[in-house]
């Protein structure tokens, strides 16, 4: 069983930044954040192989960054240029299988979630 925590959430401006981390209990393939935003779908927004490949959703694109630390079991989510439709639940994902994937069901395991709020 694989455990993962999530931290780094909190309130912030829009056009602000803010880092998520991720904390894996050992080493995964591939790690992913995907966010759910109060009455709307749940979306993989980014993804990160074990070798540093990644992916992004459009939604996402040239403001997040994913990176990883392999060392640490760390995965984090840069995110730049804030609007308040990003404001969601942000959960990191493991897969156990090697490739970025933007599939939420590609994904065996995931964080209990923390609130990001993008506001005024």
């Known amino acids: 069983q694989v455990q993962l925590v999530e931290s780094g959430g909190g309130l912030v401006q829009p056009g602000g930044s803010l880092r998520l981390s991720c904390a894996a209990s050992?080493?995964?393939?591939?790690m992913g954040w995907s966010r759910q935003a109060p009455g709307k779908q749940r979306e993989l927004v980014a993804s990160?192989?074990?070798?540093?490949?990644?992916t992004y959703a459009d939604s996402v694109k040239g403001r997040f960054t994913i990176s990883r630390d392999n060392a640490k079991n760390t995965v984090y989510l840069q995110m730049n240029s804030l609007k308040s439709e990003d404001t969601a639940v942000y959960f990191c994902?493991?897969?156990?299988?090697?490739?970025?994937?933007?599939?939420?069901?590609?994904?065996?395991?995931w964080g209990q979630g923390i609130q990001v709020t993008v506001s005024s």
């Open positions: 050992g080493s995964i393939a591939t």
């Open positions: 994902g493991a897969r156990v299988r090697v490739g970025v994937s933007l599939k939420l069901y590609d994904y065996n395991y």
């Open positions: 990160i192989s074990i070798g540093g490949s990644t």
